[in-house]
């Protein structure tokens, strides 16, 4: 049996009731929203739930919103059911004063490094990885690069206006 | 003499075990990585890699670039096969716009994606002959990567890095040239690849370095998110041209070569079979560009002015046209809000881009999903225990592209 979404909205308000999500879809690609605290159990639900069985994990990957007070980053987990081909994107937002997620290495030996990068670049604490250090970018760094407050030109040019590239 | 003159780290003279540092400009790592492996004798105990020397902070620099200029950071990922990248980028773009291309333009995009991958498979196991000994394969098929070279060459004008294509087609039709240099390619190469095949792959040499070395089942594969050939090579027949097909896929008749064990020796045979079917996808594609007739043969781009560059001529003397182009050079063209991930089947398994765009001219963020970064972890599941010459076998027959994997 194929999945559709509907059949996983569905399945999801089952088990988790109503309220817990916020679906969307986008390019046919089902999207959908929980509250950080509960991104295992949502992930455990997708892996060993008989007919969803979403078991490879493609993506992991975090997004800034400096703008969104509260959750202003967002861990992204793009997630594969192999046998009926069938993709899911799934997002928790957490704040950036206090930015833990659990991790998804248990289930997934691949989010090992996806994580890394991601506290790498966002510093995203994952609580409970097994090595959670700088991945790509050096050690000694104490900043993460990837947060939209470290522009990517020279602070002290004053020959680039901003608003010439689309950004202000 | 009671002085000590060397200091030693506290615990060094008890330790059995030798430290090795295998990297960062290795020449058997074929690529700036380091691997600090903890050597019983000649056994490998435990293995720390460290990566990102060459890490650019490309998806930060996408933040700040148009579109069109976000091809050339593609062609620094896997820089073996740049034109894969190129075109599943344009392939992002134009899901994120909504553009239709035209079934010329698919197809031509598919003769050169296989010519990619052809060209990155060639590497890939060639050099794994290098690592094992055998110099003289890999001298012998860099002569028919030069002729995929010398197509991209006539396609686009660069070999290398290509920045091929522009979102909705290419930027000039193929020329007669490029056709020719096609057919000599498929004339000459077939020959060549059975030369090689016969060279390795019931050679009793390469047999033993390679069968039962650094291999993974398929569930284990799985978990790793591994993806491409690696992951084929254990036995799982996933392939993203097959399972979401793109650039109309679809239309072509192809199987899937698939192993059994994952190790070095299958990795090695899917490639090779991986290449027997590109080059009958190039032929059926080739054959369904030369059917198209009238107005149709002459395709090269979709209608979508806001993205594609106008002629030049029409930039003299079109106020339309110099608009479109000012305002497509300058990069003040505002892309749509939107959210989209594409995947294409590259070289190394499953390229990934997630684009995240909020209305403005450049991404809002821009997040590539490397094959390479992801499988390289299970490296030191793959190697544990065993032989430090078949960690080096084990490393280039994974394809590890550091581009790729620092990004």
Known sequence: ?168 | MTEQHIKLPAGSIEKTTTTLNLGPTHPATHGVMQNILELDGERIVSADQTIGYIHRAFEKIAERRPLAQITTLTDRLNYCSSPLNNMGWHMTCEKLLGVQTPKRVDYLRVIVMELARIADHLICNSIMGVDAGAYTGFLYVMQFRELIYEIYEEICGARLTTNMGRIGGFERDFSPLAFEKLEKFLAEYPKALKEFEDMFQRNRIFMDRTMGVGGISAERALNYGFTGPNLRAAGVDYDVRVQNPYSSYQDFDFTIPVGTTGDCYDRWLVREQEMWQSLSIIRQAYQKVQSFKGAEASVYHADTPAYYLPAKEDVYTKMEALIYHFKIIMGETEIPAGEVYHSIEAGNGELGFYLISDGGRAPYRLHFRRPCFIYYQAYEELIKGSMLSDAIMTMSSLNLIAGEMDA
Not at chain 1, 30 to 55: G, S, T
């Open chain 1, 1 to 168: 049996m194929a999945l559709t979404n509907e059949y996983i909205i569905q399945r999801l308000k089952e088990k988790f009731g109503e309220d817990l999500f916020t679906f969307q879809e986008s390019y046919g690609l089902l999207e959908l929203v929980a509250p950080k605290e509960m991104n295992l159990k949502v992930l455990n639900f997708l892996y060993d739930d008989a007919q969803l069985q979403f078991r490879f994990l493609t993506d992991l990957t975090g997004v800034h919103y400096p703008n969104r007070t509260g959750e202003e980053l967002a861990v992204v987990y793009h997630l594969h059911n192999l046998q009926s081909n069938c993709r899911i994107r799934f997002k928790v937002h957490t704040s950036v004063d206090q930015p833990e997620v659990f991790t998804a290495t248990g289930l997934f030996s691949g989010a090992n490094w996806m994580e890394r990068e991601t506290y790498d670049f966002f510093g995203i604490q994952f609580v409970g990885h097994p090595n959670l250090k700088r991945i790509l970018n050096v050690d000694e760094m104490d900043y993460f690069p990837l947060r939209k407050e470290f522009p990517l030109e020279d602070q002290t040019r004053i020959d680039k206006d901003d608003e010439m590239f689309g950004r202000g």
